[in-house]
């Protein structure tokens, strides 16, 4: 088995312990994704069993029935899973942008945390805001 099926068979399984600390029963996983229950129990099963091969065809359908944050484990380090939102509240990006750049910019001043760098509390400030940057319009 290669590293990556061996690293995304852990995640499947950290995916299938994550359901159950939510209280998602895999059968509503099930409907809602389209995969039979059965071959589900395969992909995400319980204890020590070895997840079978998630193929393509069912991550594709897990995007409509998993939480985005159990999809993005199936990812590598570094890329995720977002929705494309339907409609744009570009004044909410404007503020947001601006937000961030006066947060930016005060991160850099010579006696900010680290000077003209970036600091650890300043990276953490500038990273929330980029995850939380808006995209859907109220």
């Known amino acids: ?8 068979r852990e995640r499947q399984l ?3 312990r994550e359901l159950d600390r939510r209280q998602v029963p895999l059968k509503v996983v099930s409907f809602d994704s389209g995969i039979p229950y059965p071959t589900l129990l395969t992909y995400f099963p319980g204890g020590d069993r070895v997840p079978a091969e ?4 069912a ?3 897990l995007c409509r029935a998993l939480p985005l944050d159990l999809v993005n484990l199936l990812c ?3 890329f995720a899973v977002v929705r494309i939102p339907n ?8 503020q947001h942008c601006m937000d ?11 006696e900010s945390e680290a000077g003209v760098h970036l600091g650890p509390t300043e990276q953490q400030r500038l990273n929330a805001k980029v995850v939380a940057f808006p995209g859907r319009a109220a």
Not at 2 to 7: G, L, Q
Not at 87 to 94: E, K, T
Not at 100 to 110: C, D, G, I, M, V
Request: hydrophobic share 50%; glycine share 2%.
């Open 100 to 110: 961030f750049l006066s947060e930016k910019a005060a991160a850099h001043h010579p």
């Open 76 to 78: 590598p380090e570094g």
């Open 14 to 16: 950290a995916i299938r």
């Open 59 to 61: 991550a594709f359908a």
């Open 54 to 57: 998630l193929p393509t065809s």
């Open 1 to 8: 088995m290669s590293a990556d099926n061996a690293i995304v």
């Open 87 to 94: 409609d744009v509240d570009y004044d909410a990006i404007n």
